[in-house]
């Protein structure tokens, strides 16, 4: 079965600094990972996705995320945080072999970014 | 732009009363989903549809309905099986390019459902 884990409720940062928002998966074959992005009362937003190939990714408003097989982890970073970044996080998972099934989500991380 | 819209924004249940949200894309989208959200449990999926007129139920399908008539439109319908409705619902859609599963899912702005 599929799973994601983000094992953090809660991450605080200061501005500024950079922030790391963690998330571990579990798929039977290889997997495509999403981040997304949540601001209240709103949907989801999509920021970057690991399909193959570098273990980097790039997305959406200066996020990355690095990819790691052997530790089944596909962590957000941000070098330097901003307050507008103050939001709900979300990692997903889909199975490779499993085409046409919906996203797995983690139950998400709440970041908070002080002035 | 192209994208989903969701309506209405809020909405209000009477006890034994079904009620049915709507979700309408033009992203020429073939796969559309619905998921329920409550704080801390993150998204769980309820019915999800990869073409017109099939569908399939997801992890919480007890209680609500779904159609798939047009390629546009996928309204779910919460009955009043649904002993507790009261959540925020979000639709979504995404390609099905040639059956690969690596495209994105993308959101329209939810439902907030309330029991009167």
């Known amino acids: 079965a599929q799973s994601v884990a983000q094992p953090e409720d809660q991450v605080n940062v200061a501005e500024g600094n950079p922030l790391t928002v963690k998330c571990t998966y579990s798929?039977?074959?290889?997997?495509?990972l999403f981040w997304y992005v949540q601001y209240p009362n709103r949907g989801l937003q999509f920021l970057l996705k690991?399909?193959?190939?570098?273990?980097l990714v790039k997305g959406s408003y200066g996020f990355e995320a690095e990819f790691n097989k052997s530790q089944t982890s596909f962590h957000l970073k941000k070098p330097s945080a901003l307050v507008s970044d103050s939001a709900l996080y979300f990692c997903?998972?889909?199975?490779?072999?499993?085409?046409?099934?919906?996203?797995?989500f983690g139950k998400g991380t709440t970041l908070s970014v002080s002035s | 732009d192209g994208g989903i819209t969701q309506s209405p924004k809020y909405l209000f249940r009477k006890e034994g009363q079904n009620v049915t949200l709507s979700c309408e894309q033009n992203?020429?989208?073939?796969?559309m989903y619905w998921y329920r959200q409550d704080p801390g449990q993150g998204l769980r999926l309820i019915y999800y549809?990869?073409?017109?007129?099939?569908?399939q139920k997801g992890d919480i399908a007890e209680g609500y309905s779904v159609s798939r008539e047009k390629k546009e439109s996928f309204p779910l319908t919460v009955t009043s099986a649904q002993k507790n409705p009261t959540a925020f619902y979000l639709c979504?859609?995404?390609?099905?390019?040639?059956?690969?599963?690596?495209?994105?899912?993308?959101f329209g702005d939810g439902t907030r459902l309330s029991i009167l």
């Open positions: 979504a859609s995404s390609r099905q390019y040639r059956g690969q599963s690596n495209q994105p899912q993308h």
């Open positions: 798929v039977s074959g290889n997997p495509y």
């Open positions: 690991y399909i193959t190939g570098d273990n």
């Open positions: 997903a998972v889909r199975d490779m072999r499993q085409a046409g099934t919906a996203l797995i």
């Open positions: 992203l020429n989208h073939d796969a």
């Open positions: 549809s990869q073409i017109v007129n099939d569908f």
